[in-house]
Each structure stands twice: as structure tokens, then as C-alpha cells.
T-cell receptor, first 113, second 113 residues
């Protein structure tokens, strides 16, 4: 069964550094998402992406964040200047059609020191 | 505003017994989708079951079934014949037709041998 993949599985960075989290959605999917989950808390929506542009974003997704689909297969989340509170698990998800179930990747654990 | 409430932070069940996890939600939309996701210690989000709001029949997937009460905005998950591998965090989620997901805070389920 096709699956969403994410790399790296764990990223450790210093506060103020830039990080790029990578996702490879399922190949024929058209809608892409990033979520984050701070340890012990619920999964929070960050951003959705369709047709090479952001379709929706939450209040969490401020100017520090950006997304890109650079090459037709990867879907990246960039955090420009990481803060301690960015430490979380980041999940990527994708779907083919708007009404489909979202398939989640295994997540990237980001630790900001 | 769309909200999802899981009022049981932790639950436990004896192996082979049945357990029900509760979920309520709030929305003004008429067309939406409801999901239960399982998050084992590996942290990957795995779809357990999905329900379309326009369907009156409760969804069933092997040992997992839901009790969907649209008027009451309730969507509980029943796990029959609980197995040790069911130990995980369970998230109730709600998706609008704009395909943004909203998650509850989760219920940590422990299956006791």
C-alpha cells in the first residue's frame, strides 16, 4: 500500500537556526498538509497546500513558516528561525480528492535546544 | 467554530473485553466527515475508521465500530475483543468540506493483559 514518508525522523537544532522538514506524499495525491503535535497535546493543523499554493493556514503558521513543493514529489516545511516552542512532532498528510481520508506520514520529531 | 471534545483522557480495558471511547463535536456545517485515528507509541497516525455525516448507518471495521448520533453531535468508538496491540492514543477528528482537520485532545487507551 502506498504511504507518505517523512525525513528525517528526528531533527535536533539550536534555537534561531533554520530547519527544513521533508515529506514525500503519495504520488498521485493533490492536497498536502502539515500538522504539529506538541508532546502530550492534540494534533494541530498548520497549513494545507493545493495547486502549488497555500489554500488554508492556521494562526500557528506565521511568517516563520513556509511550505514548498520544489520538485513535484517533495513537500517541505521550513521554519526560518526556530524557537524552543517549535519543539514538536510534525506530521505531513496527503489526499487525492477533497473528500478523501488523509494519509499521515510517520512524523518528524523536532527538538529545539 | 469547529471543535472536537474527548472527555476521557485515559482509559483501560482488560484484554478481550469491549471499550467505548467518547467524542463530541461542534459544527454548523451539514456535510462533514468524522474519523478515529490511532497513534501507537511509534507516533504514526493510523486511520481506524471513517464516517460520512450524510450516512445514517454506523461505520464498522472489523473489531471497531462507531455510534454516530448526528443530532447529538456524538461519535463514539467501540473496540470489541480488545487486544494488546490496541494500546495507543486515540484521536477523534472532524473534517469540513474545506478539508481542514480538527482533532480532539486524545484518549490514552491501555489494554491490560
Amino acid at each position: 500500500e502506498p504511504e507518505v514518508t517523512q525525513t528525517p525522523s528526528h531533527q535536533v537544532t539550536q534555537m534561531g537556526q533554520e530547519v527544513i522538514l521533508r515529506c514525500v506524499p503519495i504520488s498521485n495525491h493533490l492536497y498536502f498538509y502539515w500538522y504539529r503535535q506538541i508532546l502530550g497535546q492534540k494534533v494541530e493543523f498548520l497549513v494545507s497546500f493545493y495547486n502549488n499554493e497555500i489554500s488554508e493556514k492556521s494562526e500557528i503558521f506565521d511568517d516563520q513558516f513556509s511550505v514548498e513543493r520544489p520538485d513535484g514529489s517533495n513537500f517541505t516545511l521550513k521554519i526560518r528561525s526556530t524557537k524552543l516552542e517549535d519543539s514538536a512532532m510534525y506530521f505531513c498528510a496527503s489526499i487525492l480528492r477533497e473528500t478523501d481520508t488523509q494519509y499521515f506520514g510517520p512524523g518528524t520529531r523536532l527538538t529545539v535546544l | 467554530a469547529q471543535t472536537v471534545t474527548q472527555s476521557q483522557p485515559e482509559m483501560s480495558v482488560q484484554e478481550a473485553e469491549t471499550v467505548t471511547l467518547s467524542c463530541t463535536y461542534d459544527t454548523s456545517e451539514n456535510n462533514y466527515y468524522l474519523f478515529w485515528y490511532k497513534q501507537p507509541p511509534s507516533r504514526q497516525m493510523i486511520l481506524v475508521i471513517r464516517q460520512e455525516a450524510y450516512k445514517q448507518q454506523n461505520a464498522t471495521e472489523n473489531r471497531f465500530s462507531v455510534n454516530f448520533q448526528k443530532a447529538a453531535k456524538s461519535f463514539s468508538l467501540k473496540i470489541s475483543d480488545s487486544q494488546l496491540g490496541d494500546t495507543a492514543m486515540y484521536f477523534c477528528a472532524f473534517m469540513t468540506t474545506g478539508n481542514q482537520f480538527y482533532f480532539g485532545t486524545g484518549t490514552s487507551l491501555t489494554v491490560i493483559p
